[in-house]
């Protein structure tokens, strides 16, 4: 089945540096994807997504960049602040409705003041 | 703007005591999903439905069970509960796009449900 992953399980940065967290996707037809940010004890909230159509999006200050030679997207976040400290997911829609959602392991991003 | 309502957001239960976890979603969602996610670790499906229907079915131990009712909110039953059961239970609603798929998932805050 689908899988989709994350390379590292924690970053650290420092404010105001920018952050880049990836992920790699197995499916070669997915043409879909959300980045997720949870806070502690919160809900998963939807940041960016990206369509197959798109090598590039971006938000404000977060831009998500998708490779599909190699299947591996990143978001990159700009000018890290305290806030951003969270855990990241990359999904994938299913491909089918109302199937399951496929959320890869998580990045767990501290940010250092 | 509406979102995911779940309730309650916390629930302390015995073990072999018996859980209800209810989730009503964004209005004209059709699809509902339900997460389990202990600590430290990845949100884990359980179950999924469509249009009051079962549409996927993911690590949902046959002790759980649930169902979307006519209105669209889903509840999620647990019985027999066990210590390994305490965790937060995420559910999330999405709509069907254009296209026919489901885009975005929106999440509610979550029940921590905690079994002693």
């Known amino acids: 089945g689908e899988s989709v992953g994350l390379h590292l399980p924690t970053l650290s940065v420092q404010e105001g540096d920018n952050s880049i967290i990836n992920c790699a996707y197995s499916n070669s037809a997915s043409d879909y994807f959300i980045w997720y940010k949870q806070e502690s004890g919160k809900g998963p909230q939807f940041i960016i997504d990206i369509r197959s159509n798109m090598d590039k999006r971006q938000g404000q200050r977060v831009t998500v960049l998708l490779n599909k030679t190699v299947k591996h997207l990143s978001l990159q976040i700009a000018a890290t602040q305290p806030g951003d400290s969270a855990v990241y997911f990359c999904a994938e829609p299913p491909s089918r409705t109302g199937n399951q959602f496929y959320f890869g392991t998580g990045t767990s991003l501290t940010v250092i003041p | 703007a509406a979102g995911v309502i779940q309730s309650p957001r916390h629930l302390i239960k015995e073990k072999r005591e018996t859980a209800t976890l209810k989730c009503y979603p964004i209005p004209r969602h059709d699809t509902v999903y339900w997460y389990q996610q202990g600590p430290g670790q990845d949100p884990q499906f359980l179950i999924s439905?469509?249009?009051?229907?079962?549409?996927d079915k993911g690590s949902i131990p046959d002790r759980f069970s649930a169902q979307q009712f006519s209105d669209y909110h889903s509840e999620l039953n647990m019985s027999s509960l066990e210590l390994g059961d305490s965790a937060l239970y995420f559910c999330?609603?999405?709509?069907?796009?254009?296209?026919?798929?489901?885009?975005?998932?929106?999440f509610g805050q979550g029940t921590r449900l905690t079994v002693v």
């Open positions: 439905f469509y249009e009051k229907m079962q549409s």
């Open positions: 999330a609603s999405s709509p069907t796009g254009t296209t026919g798929m489901n885009t975005e998932a929106f």
